[in-house]
């Protein structure tokens, strides 16, 4: 008795494709795509900031004439103008004053508050948290008219220190929210370890928990600098005072101004000035702010 044995080829093209390899294949459409359109967004992002800066060192024919063009010289002239004639000097050191303390402010008040809301249980602390959360959905516009005459009565309208106190206050809902998530991933052995030694709550806080919470405080500082630096509503409305205005404020007075006089290279000039302070920023802390979003996810 024979036995045929049939040899049954398989074509490649018959053959079901592998999972893997088509789900790398899909990955690595979907990669493309979402290359591209940060491609885009980075192009549409950086465009206008590069025109910005290389306008600023125009002459005012130059900037209607060529405006795509590259400068035919470097007119730091455009600078200093802004920085003497247009008081911009003023405004960075009302700015620095105004966003320096409460910066610093927000900060620790906030960091205090997220820490016993995270590490404490005590009656009422949910409560507390939410108002917290609801400070951050609570429409600022709603609280102007109010705002003033508060600020009024306690004598803070138009300075300095009660600008810095309305920040404060504008900045800690969103610092308390994002520091307790935080401070709620940090290990809690090495507070008791400290409280076993005889630490006390001030001194465990200050010298082990908020070193510990480093990246937390780079990334809600660098959120609560851009917002404060680039606060308009609030000084509008509480810093009339022209020897006190800050950046914001002397940025409009800029455009009307340069706008009635034909100086639009100058006017260019301020805004590159008042762009440089958050880019820099950025640019310097932007591995810790990152860090300080994903340590949460990593422990």
């Known amino acids: 008795m024979t ?21 790398k294949r899909e990955g690595g459409v979907l990669n493309v795509f979402s290359h591209g359109v940060l491609i885009i967004w980075a192009v549409m992002v950086v465009t206008p900031l590069l025109w910005a800066v290389m306008t600023s060192f125009k002459d005012d024919k130059s900037i209607f004439g060529s405006p795509w063009a590259l ?51 005590f009656p009422g ?25 508060v600020v009024n009565n306690m004598g803070l309208l138009n300075t300095i220190h009660g600008l810095i106190l309305v920040y404060i206050a504008y900045s800690l809902p969103f610092t308390v929210f994002f520091l307790t998530a935080f401070f ?8 008791e370890a400290a409280f076993v030694d005889g630490a006390s709550h001030t001194r465990t806080f200050f010298q082990i928990m908020l070193p510990m919470a480093k990246p937390g405080l780079i990334s809600v500082g660098i959120f609560n600098f851009l917002g404060q630096w680039n606060q308009y509503m609030l000084p509008t409305v509480l810093n009339t005072d022209p020897d006190k205005h800050v950046l914001t404020q002397g940025l409009v007075q800029l455009a009307v101004s340069q706008g009635y006089k034909g100086d639009w290279s100058g006017l260019f000039a301020g805004l590159v000035m008042a762009m440089l302070p958050v880019l820099a920023a ?18």
């Open 71 to 121: 400068p035919d010289k470097l007119h730091f002239d455009n600078w200093s103008r802004a920085w003497t004639q247009a008081n911009m000097s003023d405004y960075f050191l009302n700015t620095i004053l105004v966003v320096g303390g409460s910066l610093i402010g927000t900060l620790v008040l906030g960091s205090m508050a997220a820490y016993v809301l995270a590490r404490f249980d």
């Open 125 to 149: 602390n949910r409560f507390i948290y939410y108002l917290f959360i609801g400070g951050m959905s609570f429409p600022i516009m709603l609280a102007l008219v109010p705002l003033f005459y």
């Open 3 to 23: 036995t045929t044995e049939t040899d049954v080829t398989v074509t490649q093209a018959e053959s079901p494709e592998p999972a893997p390899a088509r789900r």
């Open 184 to 191: 709620r991933t940090l290990p809690t052995s090495v507070a």
């Open 282 to 299: 950025y640019i310097i802390f932007q591995r810790q702010v990152v860090a300080g979003l994903t340590a949460g996810a990593l422990k």
